[in-house]
């Protein structure tokens, strides 16, 4: 194995110089580091990254820590995050929790024993107490779940003004039997989402019992099957549904393709999420757009800007991105049909 002190002997400097320079400190010369580092490139020189970290230097690693890679909106943004990195010399880290606050402890416990650079984290509904203590230690921003004992940094969707609109769109079509799905109130997501959705039936001047909401887990695909297939049973069956996740919408879809509803004609749907099937499901769905690659781009330009200053120059900072209701042919006037019963 190549070491420091062989490039130092071949270039006839000393095996300080050569780390220094390979550490890009400015106490070395531009014409010196280049020296070192076309030394270290020609003999194959791998630097020693678990010594440097057993002298306190932290790794080149960022840590993404989600509820779920499954879920395509997390996949994309794991991808685009990567590549954000790369270019600044850092690798992107994947840790999936399930919405487990200890898996998410022992996934952190990990990391920092690890010295990673950064952390983005989408966190749990109640993160652990030493969750908290360990994040405070390394830099690192909240993504799309808010949890105000993590922090002040954080990019996220108008998660209420998302689902305002896509229920106002219902509203508007003259539905007024509206049924939601969508994550539990205690995911600040889940409570975002079910707000709008509950404002848009008061400003349309809807009574209460107007609107049904189903709350469930966000990533199970199941739960969306078995909540529309319990939905179209009842009596008074929805003639709209609007979604609050992409897995619950994708269980939905393949539930009503089962059952054989057509849609808009039975039912009208909004989805969640612009998955790339969803332009041709059916007659295309209605949804709501994410805007992902802008999320991804801002979190690595701020987490990287952090990483380059000096501890306790990152104040409270918060990018909200606005969701957009993609229109198709999913969603249409209400006329008084009767909807459809699951079987």
Partial sequence: MITTRDIAERLGISVSTVGRALADDTRISEETKFR???A??????????????????SSNVVALVIPDIRNSFYSTIAHELSKNMEAEGYQLMLSETDDDRMVELRHLRELSANRVAGVIIVPTARPHSESVKLLRAVP???LLRRHPSLGAQWFGVDDREALRQATAHLVALGHTRIAYLGGPEELPTGAERLRGFRSALREGGLPDDAGRAELGPPSSVQHGREAVRRLLREPAAPTALVLGSIQLTLG???????????VPGELSVVGFGDEPGFSWWGPGLTTVGLPIQEMATGCALWLMRRLKTEPGNDGPFTSVSPGSLVLRGSTAPCDGRTPPRSA
């Fill in 140 to 142: 690192h921003l909240q």
């Fill in 36 to 38: 070192v580092r076309q």
């Fill in 252 to 262: 939905v879809l393949e539930e009503l393709s089962l059952q054989g509803v057509k």
């Fill in 40 to 57: 270290a490139s020609e003999m194959g020189y791998v630097g020693n990254r678990a010594a440097r970290m057993m002298r306190g230097a």
